[in-house]
């Protein structure tokens, strides 16, 4: 979608614009170690990122427990399993597929709205389980997606983290540390999104070799 003077540009148009033509990196993999760190990445980032609101850290962290739960239980990644977690991340009884073009960024950044667009992200995050695609790059486009579709009128950046949360640790992935994924991520940003998924493999390392030398010690 083109924008005329004043407009801001389409946000989830240029991330569907690039999203197939990222040059997602190899990932050799790290050899996963049972008994992976108990979910303190996530909880942590949770508890530090809420502020004084001890209710709304509640809320997400029972949230995240579920996401852990459909986890283990292996389901596929839905917009219906991320609106059952996402009722308890907003205290709501229903939460639906936004029904407006959304702002982020204190306005910076918009994303459209058309009659396909929740079909089209479902379609998205079907592919959080692209056997051909390593696991790093699935996770950071799935996060990313989440971002750039914003598909609830509230919530979408804890909302990305619990679906990252979910596709890691439904391959059995559970990371220590999360801090360093915490920063603003553009739409048109292809190089970004490939380091995005560089990093997340280098923190999936670095627990596993973390845990690995703890068990040795």
């Given at each position: 979608?083109?924008?005329?003077?004043?407009?801001?540009?389409?946000g989830?148009?240029?991330?569907l614009?690039?999203?197939?033509?990222?040059?997602?990196p190899?990932?050799?993999?790290?050899?996963?170690?049972?008994?992976?760190?108990?979910?303190d990445?996530?909880?942590?980032s949770f508890?530090?990122?809420?502020g004084?609101?001890s209710?709304?850290?509640?809320?997400?962290?029972?949230?995240?427990?579920?996401?852990?739960?459909?986890?283990e239980?292996?389901?596929?990644?839905t917009f219906?399993?991320?609106?059952?977690?996402?009722?308890?991340?907003?205290?709501?009884d229903l939460?639906?597929?936004?029904?407006m073009?959304?702002?982020?960024?204190?306005?910076?950044?918009?994303?459209?709205l058309?009659?396909?667009?929740?079909?089209?992200?479902?379609?998205?995050?079907?592919?959080?389980?692209?056997p051909?695609?390593?696991l790093?790059?699935?996770?950071?486009?799935?996060?990313?997606d989440?971002?750039?579709?914003?598909?609830f009128?509230?919530?979408?950046?804890?909302a990305?983290?619990l679906?990252?949360?979910?596709?890691?640790?439904r391959?059995g992935?559970?990371?220590?540390q999360?801090?360093?994924?915490?920063?603003?991520?553009?739409a048109?940003?292809?190089?970004?999104?490939?380091?995005?998924?560089?990093?997340?493999?280098?923190?999936i390392t670095?627990?596993?070799?973390?845990?690995?030398h703890?068990r040795?010690?």
């Amino acid at each position: 979608m083109t924008s005329g003077p004043g407009q801001l540009k389409d946000g989830l148009a240029d991330w569907l614009l690039i999203r197939t033509e990222i040059a997602w990196p190899s990932w050799r993999g790290a050899c996963l170690v049972s008994g992976a760190p108990a979910r303190d990445g996530f909880r942590r980032s949770f508890e530090a990122t809420q502020g004084r609101d001890s209710e709304r850290t509640a809320r997400v962290l029972a949230a995240l427990d579920l996401a852990f739960a459909d986890a283990e239980q292996r389901r596929p990644l839905t917009f219906a399993l991320m609106a059952k977690w996402q009722r308890i991340v907003l205290g709501q009884d229903l939460v639906g597929f936004r029904t407006m073009p959304a702002f982020a960024k204190g306005g910076r950044e918009r994303y459209g709205l058309a009659p396909d667009t929740q079909a089209l992200f479902e379609r998205c995050l079907s592919e959080s389980a692209q056997p051909d695609l390593p696991l790093p790059s699935r996770a950071a486009r799935a996060y990313l997606d989440i971002l750039f579709f914003h598909p609830f009128e509230d919530g979408n950046a804890r909302a990305a983290m619990l679906v990252l949360a979910f596709v890691l640790a439904r391959e059995g992935v559970l990371l220590d540390q999360v801090h360093p994924l915490q920063t603003t991520r553009w739409a048109d940003d292809a190089e970004g999104a490939a380091d995005l998924a560089v990093l997340l493999g280098i923190l999936i390392t670095a627990a596993e070799r973390r845990l690995s030398h703890g068990r040795q010690s």
